[in-house]
Structures are given as structure tokens and as C-alpha cells.
């Protein structure tokens, strides 16, 4: 097949949001009488799902801090629920397990839950949460928990089943998508600064206009832009602080307990749902005895079968350096520098012995294989989705990624002129404008 000098659509990435936004794409354009799949190319240097997507834990969840991220996340569910067989989605739920630091902002997020009809039961008191939990989990022993929301939707989705599944649904509508092909740079008009092509190693193509879901390569993609690596930050104090970076890179830790996944069922014998749990109380090896932390401390976890065993992950950790001297690639598995190692094991497998008795002494059964990988965040640690050049669209998913699949159709819409009002509080401008997101005292940088 010839390689195209021309698509009316180009959108970087293979990933969740380049494969949505292509398929929802694809059908406006013929719903609208405007065009077809055909008229959509997708451009991925290595392959499908060989970013962030593919290395996702999966977990899809409603449970942020942030109404707009809420909101969001409730779209992003019943797209996943639309067709949970193609997207290899599991409805199982997830709960958010809280010492009592963070019960004010959990107790908010129950009660904005209930307003957008999002359904969830919240249990409070350190007596009644321990009840409800050893209720599904007779062996839960976790200390210092006060409150429990307990999402009725949600759960997770098999990463790469789930892509290959979106793939064959743009595909089967016409989208052409093409991997093996790095872009090298854009080609500006000489007029009006809109992008007139991408530069590949394979060639030039040129475009009517081009979406960027670049992943933990956003800010590659945005520097080739000529768009600012830094930015001044309108706080909430109306102080404006200068030369903030727009982009910081967090190393991701997660991992897998390779025991039969059935190991970690409900004692009804359902599949359990996801497990978030944060808590003040120490943490002491599973091991040794040692104290590992006695700060707030976070993991999540479920048992899953398509990675063999019981899965998750835990805080992230900044990467302090020049987000420019940040080596993003070999990525994945694959970087000699950004994987987890034996210290997040023992910290990892302590935590669920922390949570759950049946997990005392399985530190032996930790799968010694390399995961986790770099995130691309934002100056607030929050999505930025808006246009640049007048005809780029910049995903910049701020590693909220996998779980958005909603973000590709409602950027589909705004291409061909539907203002979406669920992406409108994360456009680039908010950071001079000061309409910055709240923050919550989760010890995760994304809640």
C-alpha cells in the first residue's frame, strides 16, 4: 500500500484517545453527511497500544475530587458500558477505602455522586467501614479506615484486548491506521500558522487538520509545536507565578501477585471490585517487621486475569530533573531507568497483607518482571484538551488517560463544531485565568 501524501484528518497516537477520537470521528463525519472513515489516517511510531494504554492497570472509576472530573469520568462509563464485550470491559465496581484526613473531601465526592445520578453507597465510621468490608472480604483487617465509597459502575478494562477492540471498530468504518511512523515535525502555513502537514520518517503528509494524543510524548509533540515549556499560573490567591514547567514526568509503579487471580474473589465468589485504599496508619514489612512509611500512603488492586494474577500499583514518584533531559523512550518495560524494582515490591506487597490476611507471606509469588512507566503531566497534574495552530487539537491526557475513552468522541464532536461543555474546564487557558481544578489530600497527584 502507497504511503499518503494527503488525509483530510491525521491524528498521532495509537492509543486510547488517538483510536477513540479516529472511530468517533469516523462516524460524525458520516452521521453528518460531511465524509467517512476514509477521509481519517492514524499515525503511531511504534504500534498500537505501545504507550501509556498498553501498560495500563485499566482501572476505569468516577472517584476524583474535582466536579469537572466527575463529570467526565461518568461520559467515560457509559462509553465503556456501550459495548463492554468489544472493549473488553469488566463492570465489577471500585471503592475508595479513606483514613479520616481525607473523609471531607470522600464525603463531597458521595454527595456530587448522587447529584449527577452516578450511583454509589458511602459508609462512614471507622466500626460500620470494618463491618461492611469483612461483610465481602471476611479477611479484611486494614486499621485506620473511616469512610468507604463503594461505586456501583466502574471496574476495569483488558488494556491491550480493549484497544485491539476500538482498532477494529475504526477500521470497520473506513479509518486507515498506520504504524511504524514517527512524526518528525509540522509544517506550518506561512500566513495564518495553521498546520498544513506532518513530517514522518517515511514523509511528508499533508492535512486539513491534526489531533496530537501523544501520551507520555505530549511534551515532545508540543515543543515541535512552538507552544511554551513554560507558562505563568494565575493562583487561587490571584498571585501570579511565573516560569512554571509545563510538563513534569512521574515514573508509574504497578505490578502483579502471580497467584491464581480466583485468590482474590469476594466471599460470595464475585469478582471483587477494584480496590483503592488510602490510609495514615504505618505500614510495616510483611517481611521484617520494619516500618516502611508512616506518612499517608496509597495502593490499588484487583484480581485479574488477563494478567494472571492479582494487579495494581501505588503512588507514583516525581522524576526531579529537567523535563527535557527526561529519556521517555525506550519506554515501558523496555526503559533500563523508569521500572519498578524491589524496594515497590516489598513496599507492594506489604500494603495488600496490610489490607487483606489472605495476602500475609506471598511476597515469593511477586511476578520479577519489569512494569510500570513514565507519565507526561501537566503543570497541575490535570488534562489540558484544546486547539493549537487553529487546526491542531492537543490531547494532553496528564496520565488520566486510559479510563477517558469518552475524551476521543466528545473531540471528535468539537472538530466538526460541537462545543463540548464536559471539556471545556480543561482548556489551556485556565492556567492564566486562574480557574484552576481543587485539590484534594489524596496522596495521589491525579485525585
Not at 488494556?159 to 477492540?165: D, E, P, Q, V
Request: hydrophobic residues 40%; charged residues 20%; proline residues 5%.
Amino acid at each position: 500500500m502507497a504511503f499518503p501524501t494527503h488525509a483530510k484528518y491525521v491524528v498521532i497516537g495509537a492509543g486510547i484517545h488517538g483510536l477513540s477520537t479516529a472511530y468517533h470521528l469516523a462516524l460524525d463525519l458520516k452521521a453528518k453527511g460531511l465524509g467517512s472513515g476514509e477521509d481519517v489516517l492514524v499515525l503511531d511510531k511504534t504500534s498500537i497500544g505501545a504507550g501509556a494504554s498498553g501498560i495500563a492497570c485499566g482501572v476505569v472509576r468516577n472517584n476524583y475530587f474535582q466536579p469537572a472530573m466527575r463529570e467526565l469520568m461518568a461520559e467515560c462509563v457509559n462509553v465503556w458500558e456501550s459495548d463492554p464485550k468489544a472493549y473488553s470491559y469488566h463492570s465489577v465496581g471500585y471503592m475508595q477505602i479513606s483514613p479520616e484526613v481525607m473523609h471531607d473531601n470522600v464525603a463531597q465526592i458521595a454527595r456530587e455522586q448522587k447529584e449527577i445520578g452516578y450511583e454509589s453507597v458511602f459508609i462512614e465510621g471507622e466500626a460500620d467501614c470494618m463491618k461492611y468490608m469483612q461483610a465481602l472480604f471476611p479477611d479484611w483487617q486494614a486499621r485506620g479506615i473511616t469512610s468507604v465509597l463503594h461505586e456501583k459502575k466502574g471496574g476495569y478494562a483488558n488494556n491491550t484486548a480493549s484497544l485491539y477492540g476500538l482498532a477494529t471498530k475504526a477500521e470497520g468504518e473506513g479509518v486507515r491506521i498506520m504504524t511504524g511512523v514517527k512524526v518528525t515535525g509540522f509544517v506550518a502555513g506561512s500566513n495564518s500558522g495553521a498546520i498544513t502537514a506532518v513530517e514522518t520518517d517515511r514523509g511528508t503528509i499533508r492535512l486539513d487538520y491534526v489531533v496530537v494524543a501523544a501520551g507520555p510524548w505530549t511534551g515532545q509533540m508540543w515543543s515541535m509545536l512552538d507552544q511554551p515549556k513554560t507558562i505563568s499560573i494565575k493562583g487561587r490567591d490571584g498571585v501570579v507565578h511565573d516560569g512554571i514547567n509545563m510538563w513534569t514526568y512521574w515514573c508509574l509503579e504497578e505490578g502483579t501477585l502471580g497467584v491464581d487471580p480466583a485468590y482474590g474473589l469476594m466471599a460470595d465468589g464475585r469478582m471483587s471490585p477494584v480496590i483503592h485504599v488510602d490510609t495514615d496508619a504505618p505500614l510495616y514489612s510483611d517481611v521484617d517487621g520494619s516500618l516502611i512509611t508512616d506518612k499517608l500512603w496509597g495502593i490499588y488492586y484487583k484480581p485479574d486475569f488477563n494478567f494472571a494474577g492479582i494487579q495494581g500499583g501505588a503512588m507514583p514518584y516525581p522524576v526531579k530533573r529537567d523535563p527535557d533531559a527526561v529519556r521517555v523512550d525506550p519506554y515501558g518495560p523496555e526503559s533500563p531507568e523508569f521500572i519498578t524494582d524491589d524496594q515497590f515490591a516489598h513496599m507492594w506487597c506489604s500494603a495488600l497483607a496490610f489490607c487483606q490476611k489472605r495476602y500475609e507471606g506471598k511476597i515469593g509469588h511477586w511476578k520479577k518482571e519489569p512494569s510500570g512507566g513514565l507519565g507526561c503531566f501537566t503543570a497541575d497534574s490535570f488534562p489540558v484538551f484544546d486547539v493549537v495552530r487553529e487546526n491542531c487539537f492537543v490531547i494532553a491526557d496528564s496520565n488520566h488517560g486510559y479510563k477517558m475513552i469518552a475524551v476521543g468522541k466528545l473531540v471528535a464532536g468539537e472538530i466538526l463544531g460541537t462545543k463540548s461543555r464536559l471539556l471545556e474546564p480543561f482548556r489551556f487557558s485556565r492556567f492564566a485565568e486562574g480557574r484552576l481544578h481543587p485539590v484534594s489530600n489524596s496522596p495521589f497527584p491525579w485525585s
